[in-house]
Structures are given as structure tokens and as C-alpha cells.
């Protein structure tokens, strides 16, 4: 840990800052890194051990220019803090050389400590979180977000956390980590308080029906995710957004409180790879969505549909409740064509909605 003064370098007449409320102290200290936090005891006698009660505290080893600083610095940390406070946020930002040991035996200090909101950042491959963090029976809100190119490992059995509201997943893979197939994962079903949930760039290894099953769900947001089936079982979902180069291959419970979709659907390139059977799946895709207000889509998939007016022509119009189609053209150097809609499509998302409307707008290629 860096060395700290000894004597107080603030004069008692001038020193405006510790006669602030501990409250607002506490709130000033949280913005800052860990490392600084506990420096801030050199101030005066006052400061001594405020750092002690912190209940937001921020752990990142790139704060230290020698990792064996940060273990030290993080032991002392977990030795001399306040005990009986509990810890009400972590953000824990880590490389992939910290050792394994170290990592628990944090996250299971927060977790013992009633943690309600922990975000980890982690730089490494193939690292396994431990089992802790995962059945904490008080954290609320949880973000897991892995910067490295390759994935970190999270356990795939039923999380056990009761209290959660709030769930970001990035960059990680779903797994027991012995490579076996398993018929279907429920990775959420006793997160029975989750409200909003975003998943992105997962794998699901070894699975053949992902399920969210959460009763609260109301925001579902899946996102270049590696999946083979997905079944949703979210009576009160409201929002979902979708996107990736897997194509969605949906199953759910019925969705009657449904406001909003977002689905920017896997197209072939060329267009002209798009089949008849693909069209079929494509809407039995979409009618999952029949009792939807808004909806967006990319301009690809109205352009396959175009292609297919006997499909659509024996298919009833399922949204009934629809009030909006939006419909996303991806624009190549600012440029963007016309698109026109035929009235077979038209006629499959309003016949049902006839005062239902549809706009367009442009989005500009990464490319």
C-alpha cells in the first residue's frame, strides 16, 4: 500500500471540508477510487477512519503500478475496515493476473457485507467468478462485464438471487466448464424480483433451449448472443430488443403486456438466399410478437417478405394492437435507397391495426 503522512496537513481553522455531514463526506468519498479513499486519513484526526465506514467502494488494480501493491493494498482494506457496516456498492475493476484466491475472498467479504450493487470488470480469458456472488441473497442490482476478446466463465446452474431487480451480462460464457449437452438451462429462475435484463455477446455452451423465466421481467434486451433455441417465459415483459447474427429461434409463454419490439433479425446476403421456408419461420418469429404497440424492423426483412406475397397472403394479420411500424434502412456513405412496401406486407402487420402507421429512418453503416 503507497505510504501515507503521518501528521495532519490541514489546518483545524480552515479545514471547512470535515465539518461537512459524514453523510456528504461518505457521498464525496464514493466517486473516488479505494486507493485514494484510505489516503484521505493523512487529512486530520477526523479522517482517521472515515475511510472505514465507506459503504460505495471502488477496487481497480490498474490504480497500481505493481499487482502485488493491489493485493496488499486490497488485504489491508478487508482487514481494518469497519465490520459491523455493511457494504452497500463494489465496483471491482481487475486484470487477468490477480490471483483466484484474492477474488473470492473479496467478493465473498461484500457478499457477507449485504452487497446491493456490484459491477466487475475483468481483462482475462477463461476466468471463472466464484460461486458466491451467484446466490447472495442480497444484492439488487449486478452488472458482469468481461473487456478481454475472449469470454469469462459464469456458472450454469439456476442463479439463486432473490432480491435482484437489475442484470447486465457481457462477454461471458454460461458453463459448467465439463462440456456436456444439457437439454435446457434456466439460468434465471430464481431471480423471481428481476426486472431488466441485457445480454450481450454470450454463449450458452452446450445448451439447446436457453429459457428466461422470470415473472417480474419487464425489459428483455439479447444482443450477439450465441444461441440455438430461446423460450421466454415473462408474463409481464413490456420491452424486448433482439439482435445478432444468430437467427431467433423463439418459443414463449404469450406476451399480453407487450409494448414494445426491437428486432434487427439475421438476413442472408444477397437477399436472393432468402427461401420460402425461411419466410414461414420468419413468421412464426413475428406472431410470437402479435399483441406488440411498436415495432421496429430493418428494412432487410420487409424486403424477404416482399419476395414471398403467397406466403403472406395466407397468413392473418396478428397484431391487433399495433399502433406504430417503424422500419430501419441501414444507409452506405449517407446514401440510402427508396424503400417501398407492398401492400401484401402492408396488409400483414395492419389488417388487423388498420390505424396503425409506418414511418422509416435511416441508420448509418458501420462499415
Given amino acids: 500500500m503507497d505510504s501515507v503522512l ?12 470535515s465539518s461537512l455531514p459524514l453523510d456528504l463526506i461518505h457521498h464525496i468519498l464514493s466517486f473516488m477510487d479505494m486507493k485514494y479513499a484510505v489516503q484521505t486519513c493523512a487529512l486530520s484526526s477526523k479522517w482517521k477512519f472515515i475511510w472505514t465506514t ?5 477496487f481497480s488494480t490498474s490504480e497500481f503500478q505493481q499487482l502485488g501493491q493491489f493485493i496488499r493494498f486490497a488485504r489491508h482494506v478487508i482487514a481494518n475496515r469497519n465490520d459491523q457496516t455493511d457494504v452497500s456498492s463494489l465496483d471491482f475493476s481487475f486484470d487477468g493476473t490477480l490471483s483466484q484466491i484474492l ?6 467479504y461484500v457478499v457477507s457485507h ?32 468481461n473487456i478481454h476478446e475472449d469470454y469469462c466463465i459464469a456458472p450454469q446452474y439456476p442463479w439463486d438471487l432473490p432480491n435482484l431487480t437489475t442484470l447486465h451480462l457481457n462477454d461471458f460464457v454460461i458453463s459448467d466448464g465439463r462440456n456436456e449437452n444439457h437439454e435446457y438451462l434456466d439460468l434465471f429462475s430464481k431471480c423471481v424480483n428481476l426486472k431488466k435484463l441485457s445480454i450481450t455477446e ?8 436457453f429459457k428466461v423465466s422470470a415473472p417480474r ?3 428483455l434486451t439479447i444482443t450477439d448472443c450465441f444461441l ?10 413490456s420491452s424486448f430488443v433482439y439482435g445478432g447474427e444468430c437467427a431467433l429461434c423463439l418459443l414463449t409463454n404469450g406476451f399480453e403486456n407487450l409494448e414494445k419490439v426491437d428486432l434487427h433479425l439475421p438476413m442472408p446476403n444477397p437477399l436472393s438466399d432468402f427461401k420460402k421456408e425461411d419466410a414461414f419461420q420468419l413468421l412464426k418469429v413475428l406472431t410470437e410478437f402479435h399483441s406488440t404497440k411498436f415495432i421496429n424492423l430493418y428494412s432487410d426483412v420487409i424486403q424477404g417478405l416482399s419476395m414471398y406475397p403467397d406466403v403472406l397472403s395466407y397468413q392473418p394479420s396478428p397484431f391487433n394492437n399495433l399502433k406504430h411500424l417503424n422500419i430501419r434502412q441501414v444507409s452506405h456513405k449517407g446514401k440510402c435507397s427508396m ?11 395492419l389488417y388487423s391495426s388498420p390505424n396503425a402507421t409506418i414511418t422509416t429512418d435511416s441508420l448509418r453503416s458501420k462499415n
Avoid at 503521518?6 to 471540508?17: C, H, K, S
Avoid at 465507506?54 to 471502488?58: A, C, D, R, S
Avoid at 440455438?228 to 415483459?237: D, M, Q, R, T, W
Fill in 103 to 108: 477474488v473470492k475472498v473479496l467478493l465473498n
Fill in 114 to 145: 449485504n452487497i446491493r450493487n456490484l459491477n466487475i470488470s475483468t481483462f482475462e480469458r477463461d476466468r471463472k467468478l466464484p460461486n458466491c456472488i451467484f446466490e447472495s441473497q442480497s444484492l439488487k442490482h449486478f452488472t458482469l462485464k
Fill in 202 to 209: 454470450c454463449y450458452m455452451s452446450e445448451v439447446k433451449v
Fill in 228 to 237: 440455438n433455441k430461446l423460450f421466454i417465459s415473462a408474463p409481464n415483459l
Fill in 339 to 349: 424503400l417501398m412496401v407492398p401492400i401484401h406486407v402492408k396488409n400483414y402487420f
Fill in 54 to 58: 465507506l459503504t460505495h467502494i471502488k
Fill in 217 to 219: 421481467l419487464e425489459d
Fill in 6 to 17: 503521518d501528521e495532519p496537513v490541514v489546518d483545524a481553522e480552515t479545514d471547512r471540508l
